[in-house]
């Protein structure tokens, strides 16, 4: 069964007819643009275009010699709704098939003048190796060493002449199948290459991360043991001189005098308590356990407020239930990365963070009305922080994203499923 379709504007190209019709198998018509067809008066399925018939349609390259016969190739190729492209000898054959856009099956005659079928086929298996052509060789030689040559030259499938129509489109449609899946394949190929590229910039970011996560912590380590030496040795030392004092002059000694040594011992003792809690709170937040992630969230952005003078404001609708202590932590360390960023490089006068539940996710922002920056593929594997906090958002199954214009201000958009597992707490989102 054929359609029929009238064209305002004759098309010459591609095997189409130059009189303004063209027979089209009932295929090929979903190749045409969707509400371009309508019915005609006598039942017969119509389509009239402004300009041209605009037709996708696998390519199939002709090489005949023989006028007549490529003439007949043509009409049974285009009548099975492929493209027809055609040539009469094999350094045309060559030519075509070395283009860009190369036809995908082949119909290659045997006996040819300068230079064979076989021969052809030969050189077209040299040339190629990604997306080979599909190859039918078309003879009179119906003997079996002929078929084994020209098999054995590259050819896929081997036809006999005279020509039988029905038999050549089910051969092309066998083409047809075979190319798809070697597209399919192709395709394949390209996204597990594309996924390992992805996995290897993955390892080394992962393994760049480990080494800047080590300096930090012999720098870290480093801090604290000059910090305990600095504050609490000297701190220490003082307070161990007046206990020795009290002690070798606890019955001797003037009581006011005693009462005043006993009293220079209280700041000393306060002074180390408070820096006791500071390095506790700078390890971890006492607010994140004791009254959970908004609380730790909100007492953050006070200490920036008061160190920076950089107005702070929180949106913070997801409970500590729905979110649970693992994910917690993690989340308040990315909260904690994106706010360090804005106070030292953004030049900001305002920041907000917001933590919210939206359908199925949860979703952390901190937004600065800083000078902005541009932010390519590359910064990934400079800038560890951002780094980090992209790398424990996927511990979760979470995303982050950096949003920004130069002179538009930032926002750091991470986006974490709510997953029971996540939770770690037995609470459902």
Known sequence: MFFVVLLKEPVGNHGISHHGIVYLPVFAMFAILPGAIKMGENGMMLTIFDSAVRIYAMKVLIVEDDADSRHLFEVIVANAGYEPVLTGDGPGALEIIGKPDAPQIALLDWNMPDMSGVEVCR????????????IIMITGRAGTENIIQGLQAGANDYFIKPCNVEELQARLGVGRRVVTMQDKLNEQVRELHCAQDALSQSLL????????????????????????????GQQLTALHLDLMWADRNLQTADKALLQDRLANMVPLV??????????GTALRPSALDDLGLAAAIEWLLEETEKRTGITCKTTLAASDEMIGHYLALPLFR?????????????????????????????????????RGYMLDANSWSKNLGLLGMRERAAEFGGTVEFLSEPGKGASVLVRIPCDISNTGNGVRP
């Open 334 to 370: 990315i909260t904690q990365e994106a706010v360090a960023n804005v106070a030292r490089h953004a030049q900001a006068t305002s920041m907000e963070v917001s933590l919210l539940t939206t359908g199925n996710i949860w979703t952390l922002e901190v937004k600065d009305n800083g």
């Open 205 to 232: 970011d992962m393994r760049a991360l480990t080494a800047r996560m080590n300096v930090v912590r012999e720098e870290e380590r480093a801090r604290l043991a000059r910090e305990m030496h600095d504050e609490f």
């Open 270 to 279: 306060e002074s180390l308590t408070e820096l006791t809690q500071t390095i």
């Open 123 to 134: 050189k077209i298996r040299e040339i190629q190796t990604d997306n080979p052509t599909y």
